[in-house]
């Protein structure tokens, strides 16, 4: 079964940086395109970074220039990194198959607060 497994998230200052990883097993991970989701109290799941087979990226606007995702096909793990974080990236963020693929559990997240 597949599991997706995510780390790396804690509790920054505005400006300040991390780093997420997120463990896929149990896929023929180099068949698809990942995504780094978000979902923050009340609102609903959004998709903050993508990255294709071939390594083409697209971002949310709102975290363009600021996000980096990335991907290591040996190691089936997909990364997100964060910089100049801000209150409103506050949320849980979750790592997932994009274009999403019904069927499959999604992981618990990892959550991310910023706050002064």
């Known amino acids: 079964q597949v599991q997706f497994v995510e780390s790396g998230g804690g509790s920054v200052q505005p400006g300040g940086s991390l780093r997420l990883s997120c463990a896929v097993s149990?896929?023929?991970?180099?068949?698809?395109?990942m995504g780094w989701f978000r979902q923050a109290p009340g609102k609903q799941r959004e998709l903050v970074a993508s990255i294709t087979r071939g390594l083409s990226t697209d971002y949310a606007d709102s975290v363009k220039g600021r996000f980096t995702i990335s991907r290591d096909n040996a190691k089936k793990a997909v990364y997100l990194e964060m910089n100049n974080l801000k209150p409103e990236d506050t949320a849980v963020y979750y790592c997932y198959y994009f274009p999403i693929i019904g069927g499959t559990p999604w992981g618990q997240g990892t959550q991310v607060t910023v706050s002064s």
């Open positions: 149990g896929s023929i991970f180099i068949m698809y395109g």
